[in-house]
């Protein structure tokens, strides 16, 4: 039976936060992992501390949303690392603001690398998951898909990724190939902590006020998200496909 240890993973946005556990975690299940951000140092150095502690890694800066710089990270890792049949879309950003104030730059940035990123990413990957009958697709979505004010582009981006991922699994089902979608909460991250700082909130006290209000009592660790991805990439998660787990500590939706 394949196992873990054949497979190849892709993770975008890799460097930091929910991006590097979850790519930690799959280099732990036994997969081969590339590690692909904006920021080149900080995929090499996730990728350099899987292969230190006995993993395979390789660290790959891309852009998401040029494809000419994705079809040569995917190409790269195909060579690298082998075929790629697990890929998680989870490269991301905010240009957060109120619709009267948000610029056009606001609106393409966001859109670009979330569902152009996303788009992009798993056109290119799909192809080595046709070929090998086998394939797992996770986008992170968000909770802010369900609204979130001085979020219009971020909430329809995420919204977005929803649709998209119910539609791959339509697609791609008769392949081997399942696609679901991750919702997180509050994750304590750099994004959030960016939303912090725009709200003149000191982080810890951010992080305070936030967990109140989450019926388990905290806020999402980067971890608890990775966990969540492991599930839905294994041999055992064959069956769930086109789904959206919100992961917020409650029921968010």
């Known amino acids: 039976m394949t196992t873990a240890t054949n497979r190849v993973a892709i993770i975008t946005g890799a460097a930091r936060g929910i991006g590097a556990a979850t790519a930690q975690r799959l280099a732990a299940d036994g997969m081969a992992v590339a590690v692909l951000d904006l920021d080149e140092p900080g995929a090499k150095a996730v990728a350099e501390q899987i292969v230190t502690a ?12 040029d494809p000419e710089a994705v079809q040569a990270a995917v190409d790269r890792v195909a060579a690298e690392l082998g075929a790629p049949t697990v890929l998680v879309n989870n490269a991301g950003v905010t240009r957060d603001n109120l619709l009267f104030k948000m610029t056009e730059v606001d609106w393409d940035t966001v859109m670009g690398v979330h569902l152009r990123g996303a788009f992009l990413m798993t056109r290119a990957v799909q192809k080595h998951m046709v070929e090998a009958k086998w394939g797992r697709v996770v986008s992170l979505s968000s909770t802010s898909a369900l609204g979130n004010r001085g979020q219009l582009n971020y909430s329809t981006a995420k919204a977005g990724l929803q649709g998209f991922t119910k539609t791959l699994a339509i697609e791609l089902g008769k392949f081997g190939v399942t696609a679901n979608a991750i919702a997180p909460g509050f994750i304590a991250t750099e994004m959030t902590r960016a939303t912090a700082d725009r709200l003149g909130v000191p ?31 294994s041999e055992g998660a064959g069956f769930i496909s086109g789904q959206v787990v919100y992961a917020a500590g409650g029921p968010k939706a």
């Open 54 to 65: 006995g993993g395979r890694a390789l660290g790959v800066a891309v852009d998401v949303s």
């Open 203 to 233: 982080f810890e006290d951010f992080i305070t006020a936030s967990a109140k209000q989450i019926p388990v009592g905290r806020v999402g660790q980067p971890e608890d998200i990775a966990h969540l991805v492991s599930f839905l990439v």
